[in-house]
């Protein structure tokens, strides 16, 4: 285990006091099902950019009903502003067919029979459990979390399975459901993939990759987590 996992409560409260408003997706969605099919749409693309697209979407089909039998070029229109557009149209259709077949059309509140749907793999399904159903089975990692992770030397890795079971061990369970969005807006804000802006960072005392002053070991593992 990497040292500054000790620090992991007090990296917590402190993003939770600088990102408050960023702790639960913003993603806009009124049922399960609109909150899986936001969350399938926002791969590799902004939310904001989804919730622009849902608020069409969900007003002319808001039920999985809506979708089992639609024809993906009905929804390409809807969607083609987005990045895999035709990939993500498939894979929500083929999604309503599956859910409505096999779970009376009910979305799933359990990890392992989301993953079980083609094109939902683990980020879309934690981001589901722990968004709606406030069920924590695991923890979302995407790209941001993979690289504040391991700038604050939490994990040193890139592989998501291996991050998420290092973090699953060192974050306390009540928190697996907002962590994401703490690093997603914590990497969007100042630990941007391309640049760091350790200088306005909250955890600059905390990160061994910090640039604005000398890493201070001492001072790191004499901190006193609460
Ligand atoms: S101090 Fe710098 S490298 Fe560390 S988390 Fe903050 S922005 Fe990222």
């Known amino acids: 285990m990497m040292k500054n996992s000790n620090n992991i409560n007090l990296i917590i409260k402190r993003l939770k006091i600088k990102y408050k408003k960023e702790i639960h997706t913003i993603l806009q969605h009124n049922s399960a099902w609109q909150l899986l099919v936001a969350t399938m749409l926002s791969a590799q693309s902004k939310d904001t950019q989804v919730n622009k697209v849902t608020e069409t979407l969900f007003k002319k089909y808001p039920n999985i009903e809506d979708y089992k039998n639609l024809n993906a070029m009905a929804l390409y229109k809807y969607i083609n502003t987005l990045g895999l557009y035709k990939n993500k149209a498939r894979n929500i259709i083929n999604a309503s067919k599956y859910i409505i077949k096999n779970n009376k059309g009910v979305v799933p509140d359990s990890i392992d ?5 083609k094109g939902i793999g683990r980020k879309t399904a ?4 722990s968004n709606y159903f406030k069920k924590y089975e695991g ?37 697996w459901g907002i962590i994401t969005n703490l690093f997603i807006a914590l990497g969007k804000d100042v630990c941007t993939a391309k640049k760091k802006y350790c200088e306005r960072c909250v955890l600059n005392d905390l990160c061994p990759s910090n640039t604005t002053f000398k890493y201070n070991k001492n001072k790191l593992m004499n901190k006193v987590v609460k």
């Open 126 to 129: 934690n981001v589901v459990l």
């Open 113 to 117: 029979k989301l993953i079980k749907i």
């Open 139 to 175: 923890i979302a990692i995407d790209t941001h979390c993979i690289t504040v992770s391991n700038r604050l030397f939490l994990i040193k890795t890139s592989n998501s399975k291996k991050i998420e079971e290092i973090l699953m061990c060192i974050i306390p369970k009540r928190d």
